[in-house]
């Protein structure tokens, strides 16, 4: 029988592997409650994840086991190093996620695992896991599932069905990287996964428009993580890559980890520290990709492959584009006024409900949540601007890499009239005046 400081010192060593992989997140699925089950993914879902409403919740987040036949050169459980191995049974991650859960101190569990003995071997044992937990503990809540590359297509298959979100690591952008640094896996088997999650997800789909009694597959989709800094690619080459996943295989996200260095490689290189305002700026940039309506080509130049660090891939773009600015904010359309910086998704939308009503005017930008600092140089309204871009954009830039706090009661240069809003705005305000915070 296994003691409690067996499994305690199972938990410490296998929760610890864990951390490196970050593509964790509980958004995306609502699990309907079943009779005589605990847990649920409704109302969220020890790993700290935010929801697509920014709610925190917590995750039990452990490898299954770290004793892996692999030798990859970035990983910290890669075959060659001296760590300390522990692998868990299915019963003892099924006991530990229920008694977790039901001390409060989780709400769904993210369970990744190396690879022992063969791919199908693990991913036969991951199942198992999964399926006791709906079936014998009646686990109702969060589960993301690592899909291990290759496993075999119907252990894939079975898998989603049982949990909310399956996840293939691709790891490197291109498969020269790959081979180089993770030579046992292929760029190819680990797409081949992605693509039959990926039918499988088109089949459920057209399946539920047809019964909503159709057995569910992976509703909270399917995401990846590709290390930042760990190869030589360009940011460009990344978002490339990830536009493809995207549009090919019907990705819920693509995650970006900044690569620590943990192991002694000549094929890696020694970063200071980890390139951690790039991952920053990549995942700014695969926002537009996902919901501004970007392309990954229009967020680069001609002869630069990188992102600029000194400011967000909207306000780069911007810069790039000065002939598109300033905009009338009471004529644009929607996909032009997410192009503006400062102005985001929710409050494009509250400019076209609320110029509805009547013209804007530049007062009322702020209170509907629009970021003035931002988009203080790129919008107009009623034909007046807040500030004009300078002629020189050189100096435009200077002025954004530090810019200037603007208080929602500063007036632009020469001030402007306040336009008297009308009855039915006053009634209506309250749904789309709040202040938005965190938009680009």
């Not at 693509?254 to 000549?266: D, G, K, L």
Request: glycine share 6%.
């Amino acid at each position: 029988m296994v003691s409690f400081a067996d499994i305690q010192a199972k938990l410490t060593v296998l929760s610890g592997a864990a951390k490196y992989d970050v593509s964790c997140v509980s958004s995306g699925s609502r699990r309907r409650g079943v009779k005589g089950g605990v847990g649920s993914t409704a109302p969220s879902g020890i790993c700290h994840s935010f929801t697509s409403d920014g709610r925190c919740v917590s995750l039990l987040k452990i490898l299954f086991t770290n004793d892996c036949i692999f030798d990859c050169s970035y990983c910290v459980n890669r075959r060659s190093n001296d760590v300390p191995r522990a692998s868990f049974t299915e019963g003892e991650v099924a006991a530990l996620t229920m008694e977790f859960y039901h001390r409060n101190y989780i709400e769904g569990l993210f369970l990744s695992s190396a690879i022992t003995r063969s791919p199908d071997y693990t991913m036969e044992r991951l199942v198992r896991t999964v399926k006791d937990l709906r079936l014998k503990e009646r686990f109702n809540g969060y589960i993301h599932l690592k899909a291990l590359p290759g496993a075999s297509k119907s252990l894939i298959i079975e898998a989603g069905s049982y949990v909310d979100r399956l996840s293939a690591n691709i790891e490197l952008p291109s498969r020269e990287s790959l081979k180089l640094l993770a030579p046992q896996k292929s760029g190819e088997g680990i797409l081949s996964v992605m693509k039959s999650m990926g039918a499988e997800i088109t089949r459920y789909r057209e399946e539920k428009e047809k019964s909503r009694k159709a057995p569910p597959f992976i509703p909270a989709g399917q995401s990846t993580q590709l290390i930042v800094g760990a190869s030589p690619e360009s940011d460009s080459t990344i978002l490339r890559l990830s536009e493809f996943l995207y549009r090919r295989f019907s990705l819920k996200r693509v995650f970006y980890s900044a690569y620590i260095p943990v192991n002694e490689s000549p094929h890696l290189p020694a970063p200071v520290e980890p390139p951690l305002l790039r991952e920053h700026r990549l995942y700014q940039a695969d926002w537009l990709l996902r919901f501004y309506g970007f392309a990954s080509a229009e967020l680069f130049g001609e002869q630069c492959r990188n992102l600029d660090e000194r400011w967000d891939p909207k306000t780069g773009w911007a810069l790039a584009h000065p002939e598109f600015f300033p905009l009338e904010v009471n004529s644009a359309p929607y996909e032009a006024l997410v192009r503006v910086p400062g102005i985001g998704t929710l409050s494009a939308k509250r400019i076209i409900a609320a110029r509805k009503l009547h013209s804007l005017s530049l007062e009322d930008l702020a209170r509907i949540g629009v970021v003035m600092k931002r988009a203080r140089f790129f919008v107009m309204a009623a034909g007046k601007y807040w500030e004009k871009i300078p002629s020189d954009i050189s100096r435009l830039q200077d002025i954004l890499t530090a810019p200037k706090a603007v208080r929602k009661t500063d007036r632009p240069p020469g001030g402007y009239e306040q336009l008297p809003l009308f009855p039915e705005y006053e009634r209506q305000k309250a749904g789309y005046l709040a202040a938005v915070t965190g938009e680009f």
